[in-house]
């Protein structure tokens, strides 16, 4: 089993940062690409952005291009997701995610979950 905890939610203004974290624990042998997702009230989850396992390899969905950016600490078995410039829109419940094979942009690809994390960006 692999558990992910996400972190670093909060309620900011428009133009603030924010970093999430995500620690992994457990078996984390054969995984692939990590991710990060977002759902807002109503809506399923959509895609934000993801890293492959080696670190290598980054994708965002164009939205957050240019003010996110995720990251990999191997040694600490944790990827972040730095947040600049949010905006109203990117208010939403973030996750992270993990799965076992190549990156996927679906979030019904990945097997792992985190529990989520509240971001809130005021106008």
């Known amino acids: 089993q692999v558990q992910l905890v996400e972190s670093g939610g909060g309620l900011v203004q428009a133009g603030s940062s924010l970093r999430l974290s995500c620690v992994t624990s457990?078996?984390?042998?054969?995984?692939?690409?990590m991710a990060w997702f977002r759902r807002t009230p109503g809506k399923e989850r959509d895609f934000v952005g993801g890293?492959?396992?080696?670190?290598?390899?980054?994708w965002y969905t164009d939205s957050v291009e240019g003010r996110f950016t995720i990251s990999r600490d191997s040694a600490r078995n944790t990827v972040y997701l730095q947040m600049n410039s949010l905006k109203p829109e990117d208010t939403a419940v973030y996750y992270c995610?993990?799965?076992?094979?190549?990156?996927?942009?679906?979030?019904?690809?990945?097997?792992?979950w985190g529990q989520g994390t509240q971001v809130t960006v005021s106008s």
């Open positions: 995610a993990l799965r076992t094979s190549t990156f996927s942009r679906s979030p019904a690809a990945y097997e792992y």
């Open positions: 457990g078996r984390t042998f054969g995984i692939n690409a």
């Open positions: 890293i492959s396992w080696s670190g290598g390899s980054t």
